[in-house]
Every structure is written in structure tokens, then in C-alpha cells.
């Protein structure tokens, strides 16, 4: 069977363009007539002609008294005129129709006693003084709404002022999401456990999501085994109703790219491959003049795949333009190198520390579905770039609202659970604050705070000499910086290996086996230090542990390889291992504290984020999570 390799990939900006000229999305569906009380958010399709005049009489602009004007001639406090009730000036409420043979009103303020008869004039008004004319606002047969607008709930009201019940608009674009994959399941018809064997099908939903967003009517259809007939077959169903359709996965280079096969047997493929990262596997194509799109599997690439192309389709469809996002100077926490001749996004959260912004980076896995939803910002790599640089400005497109980053707090460093417990509880303390928490390793922490990229960090770095934690660190990173030294918890540090222990690991010794993987942490981390030092103590070169030089960034990431069988032991807190069901071995205990300058810990925020730490019910969560000692939370351990 022939490969179909990406050797001819568009840009974004290109590919994009391929598929909007496609179209002729003006016309490509016809208007519908709805009600005006419906007609909210949607775009007219022809302009709107007033069927009445608005106001369709005089009326009054004041409460007061109508009147002929000139009747009120030459008044003065001196020489009043006097109008009889009823004949000469009448009782009139803002909005009411003006009596025949009057033409201004006088305000029921200026009459001294209103409630008199005669009434008594004391200034003299103007013809149309304090009145709505005839068609003040607009006349019969004037444009009330050009042709291509966005229908407001102020232009409802002017049409409907005008006359017209019923309006022409843009017809919305039926969007049929068509989900593929063997192993999915749909967790909308699930009946008990999900199979060990199978996976959620949940990208269908967020696609529909954004479907609504961008304007069309979204409509997910049931999921599509991996082979080309079947693919093929759903196709054609979805395209005799659909006005677009999506394909959500299916479209990988090689032999298995069902959504290449089907979508050429029936139609045109346009595009296929984008120099995007994520989203490279994208495929533009179109069919009987609709256009289908196929959109990679992994979340991040499907969601930045639409963002690129489905999203101004429809927007396109129903007449709407896409407003770019706002943008701002950012500093990122650290170097994000990047694969020459693809355009990349990350995302990023965002904080602002001193006069800076500085934009830590998400898990840049396409597989991964946490950072769209935590994301603040995004960054764009460009094609001919190899990355950005650690604390050099980019700009970054914002995510969120402005205010939302000036109440972010940006700790760096070591990474531990209960950081992200912490955040979690300063939300629910104030909903104006947020962490973002970037792990870059203590060490990496450390100089980071020294740099001005970071309020506070998490640090675990252990002194043999002195048998202490940080302290030796500190004086070394950041001898000038006043700072304290506070103590979040304790944590049972040990071996994480698999449920059962089938390797039989029960000491340091062990990690020298030849039947014995290992899973290490990053350089500076204080976990990588810890482990370096007890292989020290045990005369174990690293060279003598295979997989030494196999690194991961997080805890859960160590205990994730260890269940999943690429490593047989990894050294890692017991809660990662507790989570993934796996066994622990414990060596030690150690302190994890937080690094936090004066100027941060006297910043109102930071005050709020202590007494979450000190409070009982972040503790008693903590606590439950198993493993963490909370002898010392809270407590300034050391000053400088």
C-alpha cells in the first residue's frame, strides 16, 4: 500500500489560505428569515429597511405640561403668562404623545405651582423644546442595518423599532465531528468501568465545544473503527447533512492515514501536513464543494488545528471576524528549544514578577489536555527560529484577562504535589489569585529567583556536610537577597517500583543489577542530588545504574515509567507512588521548603497564600495524601 508522507507541508498562514479560497464562504450557504427576538449574535444577510419611523409621532422628551410654544412668548418671573389645564397646556408624561395643536413642553420642574389652574409660565420655550419629532431617530424606508453585521441586543431592539419582526441572516453551518479509533470508547454510552484496553473519546466533545463558539451547529457522530472502508462510508453519510466535516484522528503519515484514502477517493485533498507544532498531520480537503478537515488526535494538535483552520471557516460561513487576541511583552522562565522549519505554540501560564511577565511553559506534549485548560498565554515560535531564550521578551498572545496575571503568583523549582494542592486552595481562598508553578528543578529555582523570574521557589537540596537542607545552596546562589526560609512539609523520599516489587529491589545495592532499569530526575534536581549522594555512600558509580542517564522532570513522571514498564525503579516521594498503585521502598525523609524573598514574602498575596499554609484544612488535605510529614509546615526555618 503506498505511504502518503508529509514531503510537500504548507506553512499555517498558507495552508489557511488554501482552504478559505476555496470557498466562496459568502455564499456558500443560503440566508434563513428567523425572528428579530431570536436573531441575537447572528449576522444579517441583507441590509434592514425601516418599516416605520421611530418615533412614529411627537412625543414627549419631558414630563410636563404640553404647549403651543408661542403661547409662552415674553413670559418673565415679572410678567408670567397664565395657560389654562386642559385648553391651553396639558399634563404630559415622558414618551406620550404630543395633543394636537402643541409643540413644545414645558418641564414640570420649571412651573411653579403644577398642580394649579391655571398653571403659571415664568420662561418662555421653543418650537420642539423638550420633544421627540417624527422620525428623530429614523425614518420609514431608511437603512436601520447594513448588509454583514452582528446582530446586538441594541440593534434587536432597533429593529424591532423599525418594524421588522423577522430578519434575514446568515445561515449557521451544520458541523458533523466525526471521532475514529478502534480502541475509543464513548464515555456518553458507558455502561460501568472502562475496559483496561480501551481509552475516553472525549476530543469529539471539546470540538463541538468550539464548534458553538466559532458559530456552527455542532453534531458528533458515533465513532469510526480504523480502516479505510469504514472511514470512507462514514464520510459520505456525514456529508449528505453536513455543511463541514470534521474527521478527529486517523490522519497519520504511512499506510494507516484513512482520512488521505477517504477523503481523496470521494473528493480533493488539498493540504496534507502543516509545518505546525503540534498539529502537523493536519489534512484540508473538500468534497462535493464541502469542506472536510482532518484533525489530529492528540488534544493539543486537534484544538490548535481548529484554532488554525476550522475556527475562521466558520467564522467565515456566518460572517464573523475572528478579533486577534491581545498581546503582551513576556519573559520566558526558561530556554524552549524548538524544531527548525516547524511554526510551534506553546502554551504558557503567566505572572507578573517585578516589572516582567514571565511565562513559564506548560507539558509541551501534543497527547497531553492539561494545559489547555490551565494555559494563560501562548507563544509563537516561528518556523526559521530553533527557540526562544530563557528571560529574553517574545510576545505571547493572552489567553486570559490582563488582571488575571497581575494575581498570579510564579513559584519555580522542585516540583511537589503539594504545590499543586496549594494552588487549588488559594484559588478557593481568594478567586482572585492563582499559581503557576513551573519545575525547573531546585537548582534551577535558585538562580531563577536570582534573575528576577520567579516570587518564590521549592527547594529540596540536601547538604552531606552539614546534613542540613538549602541553607549551603542559598548562600551560594543568592548571597545578597534577604529572604526566609519557610518549611512546607516533610516527604518520605524512597525506590518506586512496580506493584508486587517483581524485581525483588529492596536496597541502593540493587540499582547496579544487570536485570534493573532505572528512571532518573533532571540535573539539579534535588531528588537526582539525594540520589547521587546515598549512590556515593554505597561506593555505586553512576555509570554502574542502568538508565542513569534517563531523566524526567516531575515525580509522577518517574512513577508514570515505572507503571507503565519503560523503567523497573525510579526515586520519587511516596505519594506519586501511591497514586499509580505502585510499591515504595522508603530511604529517607526529607524537608521540602520554600524559598521566598523579603520583597515577596511582605507582598499582600503571599500573606493570603501563608494562611492557606497554615490553615487546617490545606493541612488535613495534605496530610491525606500519604507520606508528608507537617511538623514545621508554616514555620520560618532560616533567615537571611
Not at 512546607?488 to 536496597?507: D, F, H
Request: aromatic content about 6%; hydrophobic content about 40%; overall charge negative.
Amino acid at each position: 500500500m503506498k505511504r502518503h508522507n508529509y514531503t510537500q507541508m504548507k506553512s499555517v498562514t498558507e495552508a489557511r489560505e488554501i482552504l478559505l479560497s476555496r470557498f466562496d464562504l459568502n455564499a456558500m450557504l443560503p440566508p434563513e428569515e428567523i425572528p428579530t427576538m431570536a436573531a441575537r449574535g447572528r449576522v444579517t444577510a441583507a441590509p434592514v429597511w425601516a418599516g416605520r419611523s421611530s418615533p412614529a409621532t411627537h412625543q414627549a422628551a419631558m414630563d410636563g405640561f404640553a404647549v403651543l410654544a408661542a403661547s409662552t412668548f415674553w413670559a418673565t418671573p415679572e410678567q408670567p403668562k397664565f395657560l389654562a389645564v386642559g385648553k391651553e397646556a396639558f399634563p404630559i408624561n415622558t414618551g406620550h404623545i404630543l395633543p394636537r395643536g402643541t409643540d413644545a413642553v414645558i418641564m414640570v420642574e420649571n412651573v411653579p405651582k403644577p398642580e394649579a389652574d391655571p398653571i403659571t409660565v415664568e420662561a418662555p420655550v421653543f418650537s420642539w423644546h423638550n420633544v421627540r419629532r417624527i422620525g428623530e431617530d429614523f425614518v420609514a424606508g431608511e437603512m436601520v442595518l447594513p448588509e454583514g453585521v452582528e446582530i446586538t441586543p441594541w440593534a434587536q431592539g432597533m429593529l424591532l423599532a423599525a418594524g421588522s419582526t423577522r430578519v434575514a441572516v446568515r445561515r449557521l453551518p451544520k458541523v458533523i465531528i466525526i471521532p475514529t479509533g478502534s480502541k475509543l470508547v464513548s464515555m456518553a454510552k458507558l455502561d460501568g468501568d472502562l475496559p483496561s484496553d480501551r481509552f475516553p473519546e472525549f476530543n469529539s466533545v471539546i470540538l463541538a465545544g468550539l464548534v458553538a463558539e466559532a458559530g456552527g451547529l455542532p453534531e458528533i457522530g458515533a465513532i469510526v473503527p480504523d480502516n479505510v472502508k469504514s472511514l470512507t462510508t462514514a464520510l459520505k453519510t456525514a456529508l449528505a447533512a453536513a455543511d463541514v466535516v470534521i474527521i478527529n484522528a486517523g490522519s497519520p503519515a504511512g499506510t494507516g492515514d484513512y482520512t488521505y484514502q477517504a477523503v481523496a477517493k470521494l473528493g480533493e485533498v488539498l493540504v496534507h501536513g502543516v509545518s505546525m507544532l503540534p498539529g502537523k498531520p493536519t489534512l484540508l480537503g473538500q468534497v462535493d464543494g464541502k469542506p472536510v478537515i482532518g484533525i489530529p488526535g492528540y488534544p493539543i494538535s486537534a484544538m490548535l488545528s481548529f484554532e488554525q483552520f476550522v475556527a475562521p471557516l466558520i467564522s467565515g460561513i456566518v460572517g464573523k471576524l475572528i478579533s486577534p487576541r491581545p498581546a503582551l511583552t513576556v519573559y520566558p522562565a526558561q530556554n524552549l528549544p524548538s524544531e527548525p522549519g516547524l511554526t510551534e505554540f506553546i502554551r504558557v501560564t503567566l505572572g507578573r514578577v517585578g516589572e516582567k511577565i514571565i511565562a513559564t511553559p506548560l507539558p509541551r506534549g501534543a497527547c497531553t489536555i492539561t494545559p489547555l485548560d490551565k494555559a494563560d498565554g501562548l507563544l509563537v515560535v516561528p518556523a526559521l527560529s530553533d527557540g526562544l531564550e530563557e528571560d529574553q521578551p517574545v510576545t505571547a498572545e493572552l489567553l486570559v484577562w490582563p488582571e488575571d496575571i497581575d494575581g498570579t503568583l510564579v513559584v519555580l523549582g522542585s516540583h511537589d504535589n503539594t504545590i499543586d494542592l496549594l494552588a487549588t486552595f488559594l484559588k478557593r481562598k481568594d478567586p482572585r489569585l492563582r499559581l503557576s508553578s513551573g519545575h525547573i528543578s531546585s537548582q534551577g529555582g535558585l538562580v531563577a529567583l536570582g534573575q528576577g523570574r520567579a516570587h518564590f521557589v521549592g527547594s529540596h537540596l540536601f547538604d552531606p556536610e552539614t546534613n542540613t537542607y538549602n541553607v549551603r545552596y542559598i548562600k551560594s546562589y543568592l548571597p545578597d537577597l534577604p529572604l526566609k526560609l519557610i518549611n512546607l512539609v516533610w516527604r518520605e523520599q524512597g525506590l518506586m517500583v512496580a506493584e508486587g516489587n517483581p524485581k525483588n529491589i529492596q536496597t541502593i545495592q540493587d540499582l547496579t543489577r544487570p536485570d534493573v532499569s532505572c528512571i532518573n530526575r533532571q540535573q539539579g534536581a534535588g531528588t537526582r542530588l539525594l540520589l547521587d549522594y546515598l549512590l556515593k555512600e554505597n561506593d555505586i558509580e553512576p555509570s554502574m545504574v542502568q538508565g542513569y542517564e534517563q531523566e524526567e522532570d516531575t515525580h509522577m513522571a518517574v512513577a508514570f515509567n515505572v507503571h507503565s514498564g519503560v523503567a523497573d525503579v525510579g526515586m520519587g516521594v511516596f505519594t506519586a507512588a501511591k497514586t499509580l498503585g505502585l510499591d515504595f521502598l522508603p530511604l529517607t525523609l526529607e524537608r521540602y521548603d520554600l524559598v521566598v524573598p523579603e520583597s515577596t514574602f511582605n507582598d499582600s498575596r503571599f500573606q493570603i497564600l501563608l494562611e492557606v499554609i497554615h490553615s487546617r484544612g490545606y493541612q488535613k488535605a495534605v496530610a491525606a495524601l500519604g507520606g508528608y510529614h507537617m511538623k514545621d509546615c508554616g514555620k520560618i526555618i532560616w533567615e537571611q
